[in-house]
């Protein structure tokens, strides 16, 4: 039995009850112990006290990256530093990383989080987890991992790379759950098939994949490929790693958010106006557990929606749509706003492409261009120049149809794009070197 799994079915009175209670120790214990909360809830006019009912919560100020930033490194925590057992980073590609730390308790709170998580996805005691996600500071090893003891399944601590021996432990361990992000686990895919290994001879389920945008169309590559069950687990440093929300083995639509430890919020990003269930906007998160690194209406960037609608697995938490993109992800080109979900899509309605891409945007006399690389497959790669010519015209059509702009595509032999051994490497704007 995993504990608190009970919270997940519970009448939506009893857990508001539960949310605002926690909600209110938890501004106590940010305004009491970090100067920046304190500050901010000052300038805002407010006190916790202030904070009577969940609707109170449009009073209170939104935390962004940047204020992370400038509490670089550990001036966010709300313990002392002999209270802080565990430290993690964010990569930092787009700048300096963010630092978060967890007390004791909270490594425990995580890992129960991430049990129930892997137990949504499919998991159970006796499973074996092929555990793919990085080990570092990135929180995708070693989240994975806790959940997976506490779950009581094994778990095989291989990590990202060398995957020629992932491979090899996977045809001789038998594990039933692959961990992985998306990009890796198609990666996975491509170095057993060299090796001539196939997965459908092998004993996977379930995959629990996550840490990157990927679309639907990509779920049913991997799940071809890969002979499994993939659902899509979301989560971020900032508000703990993964375990924040995830999909459920029997409806695979839209991941459930643990929202008896995070309370999830929608809000316009350029008028911070929350937005009802259905309308897609910024992803904001509050935390109602923590103790290192509590987390007020924290911006994630993260754009998608929410819905309220039952689940057939049971479940009353609300369920957040596939995060198709970061606001900050978003590619201006030639003044059209384009992510690279979109583009994604479009490449996987075309038959005989990958599932690997890139987006290189360059400015060529002060003008945006964007070249779409795309590998396509193994079986369409002939000598025939002429059908390739076909399928460029055909997708860079699609394109502009679609999205409104017009990009360069060259199609590329299989394997030429970088693989990646965790987060995948969609776009390279030259633009801002
Ligand atoms: O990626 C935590 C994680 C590890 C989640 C393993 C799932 C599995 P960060 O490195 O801090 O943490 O990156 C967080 O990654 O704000 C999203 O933009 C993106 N992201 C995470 N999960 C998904 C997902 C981990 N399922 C950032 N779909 C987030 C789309 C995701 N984007």
Known sequence: MIHDIEYETMPREALEAIQLRRLQTTLERVYANVPFYRQKFQAAGIVPSDIKRLEDM???PFTT?????????????????????????????????????????????????????LAAGGAGRGDIIHNAYGYGLFTGGLGVHYGAERLGASVIPVSGGNTKRQVVIMRDFGPTILTATPSYALHLAEVAEEMGVSFNS????FGIFGAEPWSEKMRGEIERKLNLTAVDIYGLSEVMGPGVAIECHEAKKGLHVFE???????????????????????????????????????????????TPEPCIC?????????????????????????????????????????????????????LDVLTVMVEVDERSFTDEV????????????????????????????????????????????????
């Open 65 to 117: 990256k940047q204020d992370l930033r400038d509490n670089y490194p550990f001036n966010m925590f709300a313990v002392p530093m002999d209270n802080v057992v565990r430290i993690h980073a964010s990569s930092g590609t787009t700048g300096q990383p963010t630092v978060v730390g967890y007390t004791s308790r909270d490594v425990g709170t995580w890992s129960t989080l991430m049990a129930r998580a």
């Open 386 to 433: 002429k059908g390739l010519q076909q399928m460029e015209r055909r997708i860079t059509k699609n394109i502009k149809e679609l999205l409104g702009v017009s990009a360069r595509v060259k199609l590329v032999e299989p394997k030429a794009i970088a693989r990646s051994q965790g987060k995948a490497v969609r776009v390279v704007d030259n633009r801002k070197i």
């Open 58 to 60: 449009n009073r209170i």
């Open 202 to 205: 092998l004993n996977f389920k």
């Open 260 to 306: 008896d430890h995070f309370i999830p919020e929608i809000v316009d990003p350029n008028t911070l106006e929350p937005l009802p269930y259905g309308t897609t906007g910024e992803l904001v998160f509050t935390s109602l557990t923590k103790e290192a690194f509590p987390v007020i209406r924290y911006r994630t960037r993260d754009i998608t929606s929410l």
């Open 314 to 366: 049971g479940r009353t938490h609300v369920r957040m749509n596939r995060v198709t993109g970061r606001s900050d992800d978003m590619l201006i080109i030639r003044g059209v706003n384009v992510f690279p979900s979109q583009i994604e899509s479009v490449l996987m309605e075309t038959d005989d492409v990958a599932p690997h891409y890139q987006l290189v945007v360059d400015r060529e006399d002060n």
